[in-house]
């Protein structure tokens, strides 16, 4: 399994597992099919979106492990 952190790239986590759209959707980062947005570390979506960064890490990797 891999491990999420913050600096994984968005691209490469929905790619990795595209179940893991709603989390960013859910964070109101609604356009994760942009290239920019694919680009984005996770730390950065995270910043400019208001959310925690480490609280979303958790959540993606516990939703991976399943």
Same mark, same amino acid.
């Not at 399994?1 to 952190?5: D, N, Q, R």
């Not at 597992?17 to 694919?38: K, N, Q």
């Given at each position: =399994?891999?491990?999420?952190?913050k600096d994984t790239i968005i691209g $490469?986590? %929905? ?13 109101? =980062? ?9 680009? $984005?570390? %996770? ?8 959310v925690d960064a480490e609280a979303l890490v958790k ?8």
């Open positions: =399994m891999a491990s999420i952190t $490469e986590i %929905l790619d990795l597992d595209e179940t893991t759209a709603p989390y960013f959707l859910e964070m109101g =980062m609604h356009c994760l099919g942009c290239p920019s947005a694919r680009g $984005e570390t %996770l730390e950065q979506a995270c910043a400019v979106h208001g959540k993606i990797n516990e939703h991976l492990s399943k």
